[in-house]
């Protein structure tokens, strides 16, 4: 199977330096960690449910069912591109040298932004589990623990990768079953009726832009599947195994997460008071509540190993993309983020911008006061983007006459999943960028979408100056037939 998996690496145009160490569920860990229902869940519960009441939970649905869409189109395109980086190579192959790499760099700047919201996420419940008091400083200092901690595991290879990650997910997945099931059972205030009512959410606005704001809580829980696919070259069999990781991503990962947010939802005594502002932490009111002072902490240890393996797949997925640049010639430093560790066949310079950039997001947040929803806005953004820009780079293909060749393929019905999958990516991103703080100054209000122009522009006048583009010899654009391109 090696012997196969590097014949065709080398049909592609590469020799790796990873060790094929990853299993089907290793790498399967590594999306669900990536997309972790309790990061996703945890992180936004309050902000999302004081906007959009109990039916917010529906957007969960909502943006599964959408995500799904795009992960069937990345299981054909990594089917036949299984390279090291995911969306940076598969741009790459689908469309050209150009697109490629404004479509790695609007990812790699989102998922190093990505690391330091979860890392800044993790600070209060780090805070709480050490039992300090839960402030700006504390939440910064304790993030930097978390990523410091995610480095150290991540520089030691791709079996202690492996590892942690199988061991993130079965301590996520048991414990979100067992936290919710507990909260179910001894817990529960309200109805499944509650999950129709918004308790007098958006009653200013007006209540379908209440549930779109409301929303970011789906949008921020389903994206982690594409993580299987950054680390292609780390799998055995990744053309057959990776597409079906990524869709388990999404099976388990989404159940979990609907799971997790109907068991807290359902055991808040009072949902006017979340909207009020007068309870701003449901989740540690319903976790204290539910278990207690000692076990409160057995529940925040449990959500701390989320954090982390969050934290570490993230990671993993930042230094593969940025060593797939390095490796093409198509970022300055290249010589320095290609090289590898003889000892874990890893690239450590490249984790080692993984760790540090988020460190500079998270120590640059004491300026805000509301830093994590601006963190997490842009981060999110920043993915979407990515994501879109190689959907958008599969269609296209398609209707130049790209028929994905790997064996995970959709057939006739390709054309309207890859329709489907940009027209909801387009919709998600709009919803975003989306003005709704019309009291702010204009800058605030249009952060998410002017950070965003922001990235991009500099990514163009990079394209410009430094002409990436022009530099290695790694096959671009080959998807598309010769006479067609």
């Known amino acids: ?71 069937l189109v990345f299981g054909e395109i990594v089917s036949q ?18 697109w490629a790499w404004m479509t790695g760099w609007v990812y790699l700047i989102a998922l ?28 910064i200092m304790c993030a930097m623990v978390i990523l410091a901690i995610a480095v150290a595991i991540n520089l030691a290879g791709t079996r202690a990768l492996a590892l942690a990650a199988i061991i993130g997910f079965t301590a996520e997945l048991v414990g979100a079953l067992a936290v ?16 129709f009512d918004s308790f007098g959410a958006g009653s200013e606005t007006g209540y379908l832009a209440a549930f779109l704001a409301a929303g970011l809580i789906g ?29 388990m991503t999404i099976y388990v990962g989404g159940a979990a997460a609907i799971f997790v947010c109907l068991a807290l939802l359902l ?77 874990r066949h890893v690239p450590p310079y490249a984790m080692l911008v993984a760790a540090l950039v988020p460190a500079l997001v998270v120590a640059g947040s004491i300026i805000s006061e509301d830093a994590l929803v601006k963190i997490i806005s842009f981060a999110t953004l920043g993915i979407y983007l990515g994501f879109q820009m190689v959907v958008l780079a599969a269609l296209r293909a398609r209707l130049l006459g790209w028929r994905p060749s790997g064996p995970f393929t959709l057939g006739s019905a390709g054309l309207a999943v890859n329709i489907g999958a940009l027209v909801y990516g387009v919709l998600a991103i709009v919803n975003m960028i989306w003005p709704r703080t019309p009291d702010a100054a204009w800058y605030d209000n249009w952060l998410v ?34 006479e067609e391109r």
């Not at 099931?181 to 009726?193: E, I, P, V």
């Not at 696919?229 to 990524?246: L, N, Y």
């Not at 529940?299 to 993230?314: E, M, R, T, Y």
């Not at 500099?458 to 394209?463: E, I, P, S, T």
Request: glycine share 12%; aromatic share 10%.
């Open 449 to 482: 979408g002017l950070s965003g122009l922001v990235v991009v522009g500099l990514g163009a006048l990079y394209l410009v100056a430094a002409r990436p583009q022009e530099l290695g010899v790694a096959p671009a654009g080959d998807a598309i037939p010769q």
């Open 112 to 139: 190093l932004v990505t690391i330091a919201s979860v890392a800044y996420g993790a600070g209060p419940y780090l805070s709480a589990f050490l039992g300090i008091e839960v402030s700006t400083t504390n939440t």
């Open 180 to 195: 919710g099931g507990w909260l179910l059972l001894t817990q529960r205030h309200h109805g499944l009726g509650a999950l």
């Open 267 to 343: 055991a808040v005594p009072d949902f006017p008071a979340v909207i009020s502002g007068a309870s701003p932490d449901p989740v540690s009111d319903v976790l204290t509540a539910a278990f207690g002072p000692v076990g409160l902490r057995v529940v925040l240890g449990i959500v701390l190993v989320s954090f982390l393996s969050c934290a570490l797949s993230l990671q993993a997925a930042a230094s593969r993309l940025l060593y797939s640049y390095a490796r093409d010639g198509m970022i300055v430093g290249s010589g320095l983020f290609r090289r590898f560790s003889a000892k």
């Open 219 to 247: 949008i921020y829980q389903y994206y982690g599947f594409e993580a299987c696919g950054d680390v292609a070259e780390e799998v055995p069999d990744p053309t057959r195994r990776i597409p079906k990781a990524m869709r």
């Open 81 to 98: 591109y299984p390279l090291s980086g995911g969306i940076y190579p598969w741009a790459r192959r689908l469309w050209g040298r150009k």
């Open 1 to 71: 199977m090696t012997s196969t998996d590097d014949g065709r690496l080398a049909d592609l145009g590469y020799t790796s330096e990873f060790r094929r160490e990853m299993s089907l569920w290793a790498n399967f860990s590594l999306g669900f960690t990536y997309l972790s229902p309790v990061v996703g869940i945890y992180t936004l519960f309050a902000v999302s449910l004081a906007t959009g009441g109990p039916p917010m939970i529906w957007s969960l649905v909502i943006v599964g069912a959408g995500q799904f869409l795009v992960a």
